[in-house]
C-alpha cells in the first residue's frame, strides 16, 4: 500500500508546519506557566486559522472537506510545529469526539447551527463520557436519560472532561435502558448554560495541562429531542464511531511530537561532545537515536493505514485503528523518555520543553481506551 504524499499534501504539511510554529512559540525557553495553564479564546482562534478545529467536517458546514487521511496529515504538522501538546489535544478532542458524532448524527438544524461555529472557533466542544465507576465502557453508564415530553431529563455525573471547565457545547452519553446493556446508551448534545448543568473545578493534572478538564453533574438536566444523536439507543455506536476517528487522527499529533524529538535529539548527539568525541559516536547514544525513528516511522505507517482503512469504511478499519492507537501511544513514551535520556540533566529542565514532552506522552497510554483495551480490540478482530 502506497502512502506517497502528493505535492498538495506536502504543501499542507509545510504550511501547518511553518504557521504552527509562529503561532505557538513554546519550545525551548517558551514554556506556558504552571500559574496560567489554559489556554486563551485568542489562542482558540489561532487554532480554527490553522484549520485544526473543522479539518474534517465538509466545507458546507465551515469545515476544510478533509478525509481522514489529510486531517491526520495536518494534525502531524501540528504536533511537529507547536510544542504546545495540550491545546492541540483540546483541539483534537473537540473536533473528533464531538464534531464528527454531531456532523454525522445530529438533526439537520443543529448540526446547521453549532458545526460552523465550532470550526469558526466561536464554540468549544466537550466529549463528556468517562465515569467515576466505569470509565468509559458504555454498556455500564451510571448517568442516566429519562425520559419526559419533547425530550429528556439527564442526571449524574461524568469525571473527567476535557475542555469542560471552557466549552460551551458538551456531547455526552447516558443510559436510556439498564436492561439493554450497550443497546440502551443515547447520545447528547448540551450546551453550557442549559438548567441543571454543572461543570466541577478544574483538575490539577500531570500533562496536557492547556487543555483543562472538569468534572461535569447533570441534575434533571432537561435535553430537548432535537439535540439527540442518532436515535435513543444509538449511542454505544456513535462513541465507536468517534473513537475511530480520535483513535486515529487525534494520534497524529504524537507523531509530530516524536518527529520533534529526534530532530532535536539527531541535532544534539551531533553537536554534544562528552570525552573528546561526539556523543552519536557512542553506540549506546545512537542505537536510542535509532529506536525512536523505527517507533516512529512504525507507528506513521499504521496510523496512515488506519486512516486510509477509515476513508475507504473498510470492514477491518477497527483493527487498524487499535493497532495504530497502540503503537503510537507507546511509542510516545518510550521516545520521550528516551529523548529526556539523550539530553541529561537538560531534558529535565522545563526550558527545554522534554520534561513536558514526557509528561504529555504519558496519558496516551490511558485515554481513548487504554493499551489493554487495545489489545483486547485487536484480539477479537483476529479471532482470538
Not at 350 to 358: H, K, L
Request: proline share 5%.
Amino acid at each position: 500500500m502506497d502512502f506517497t504524499l502528493s505535492g498538495q499534501q506536502r504543501d499542507r504539511c509545510a504550511s501547518v508546519l511553518a504557521r504552527a510554529q509562529a503561532a505557538f512559540p513554546t519550545g525551548p525557553g517558551h514554556h506556558r506557566p504552571t500559574a496560567h495553564p489554559a489556554y486563551t479564546r485568542a489562542e482558540w482562534s489561532r487554532l480554527a486559522a490553522l484549520g485544526l478545529l473543522g479539518a474534517s467536517v465538509p466545507t458546507a458546514e465551515g469545515g476544510g472537506g478533509l478525509g481522514a487521511l489529510d486531517t491526520a496529515l495536518v494534525f502531524e504538522s501540528a504536533g511537529r510545529g507547536c510544542a504546545d501538546t495540550g491545546i492541540l489535544f483540546a483541539a483534537a478532542a473537540h473536533l473528533f469526539a464531538c464534531g464528527m458524532p454531531i456532523l454525522d448524527f445530529a438533526p439537520p438544524d443543529t448540526r446547521k447551527r453549532l458545526l460552523p461555529r465550532m470550526c469558526s472557533g466561536e464554540l468549544i466542544a466537550a466529549n463528556a463520557m468517562t465515569e467515576p465507576e466505569s470509565g468509559s465502557a458504555v454498556a455500564r453508564l451510571a448517568v442516566t436519560a429519562r425520559r419526559v415530553a419533547d425530550g429528556f431529563l439527564l442526571s449524574g455525573t461524568k469525571s473527567f472532561v476535557s475542555n469542560g471547565p471552557v466549552a460551551d457545547v458538551f456531547v455526552t452519553y447516558a443510559t436510556t435502558d439498564p436492561q439493554a446493556g450497550h443497546l440502551g446508551v443515547t447520545a447528547f448534545v448540551v450546551e453550557r448554560g442549559a438548567p441543571g448543568l454543572a461543570v466541577g473545578q478544574p483538575l490539577d493534572k500531570m500533562g496536557l495541562l492547556s487543555c483543562p478538564a472538569a468534572p461535569v453533574t447533570f441534575d434533571d438536566c432537561f435535553v430537548p429531542d432535537e439535540q439527540v444523536l442518532g436515535a435513543p439507543g444509538q449511542g454505544g455506536a456513535i462513541f465507536q464511531h468517534s473513537m475511530r476517528w480520535e483513535r486515529s487522527c487525534l494520534f497524529a499529533v504524537y507523531l509530530g511530537v516524536q518527529q520533534r524529538l529526534l530532530d532535536r535529539c539527531v541535532e544534539h548527539v551531533r553537536q554534544r561532545r562528552q570525552s573528546g568525541r561526539r556523543l552519536a559516536e557512542f553506540q549506546s547514544v545512537s542505537n536510542r537515536v535509532v529506536d525512536m525513528k523505527l517507533r516512529l516511522e512504525s507507528g506513521r505507517l499504521l496510523l496512515y493505514r488506519a486512516c486510509d482503512a477509515l476513508d475507504r469504511d473498510a470492514p477491518d478499519t477497527s483493527l487498524w485503528v487499535s493497532l495504530s492507537k497502540l503503537a503510537v501511544s507507546e511509542a510516545a513514551v518510550a521516545s520521550s523518555l528516551d529523548a529526556m535520556r539523550l539530553f541529561g540533566g537538560r531534558g529535565y529542565l522545563r526550558e527545554e520543553g522534554i520534561e513536558a514532552a514526557v509528561r504529555d506522552a504519558l496519558p496516551t497510554t490511558v485515554f481513548s481506551g487504554t493499551s489493554e483495551i487495545q489489545r483486547q480490540l485487536i484480539a477479537r478482530s483476529m479471532g482470538l
